[in-house]
């Protein structure tokens, strides 16, 4: 089993700002790794304090296959001068994938949290 990181940002607290950067990063992170949803153990979705509008997971469940994904919400750790309207993603996924051989996915203002990671 294997971790992958996402994380994408949101310009406004709207449900569909929301529900659409979660799609997008999940469906950037599925694709990048070629995994398939019967592959994800789990998902885990954190938002930061400044996003109220809607659960992240809940765009993530709209996604095909995301019927019987395990999602699950947490709310962000605030942290003096962290990234605003920030959603995390961690999936845990089955793959025979190296560390090395993971693409980790960060969007918009994101990618600045692991520059070393943005290709």
Sequence with gaps: MRGIRGAITVEENTAEAVMSATQEVVKAMLEANGIRTEDIGAAIFTATEDITAVFPAKG????????????????????????????????????????????????????????????
Excluded at 88 to 108: A, E, M, N, P, S
Aim: aromatic share 4%; glycine share 8%.
């Design 60 to 119: 993530a469940r709209a996604l095909p296959g995301f019927d019987l994904v395990p999602l699950f919400d947490a709310r962000q750790m605030d942290v003096d001068g962290a990234l605003d309207h920030c959603i995390r993603v961690l999936l845990l996924v089955d793959t025979d994938k190296g560390q090395r051989d993971i693409k980790h996915i960060f969007l918009g203002r994101a990618k600045g949290l692991r520059p070393d990671l943005v290709k």
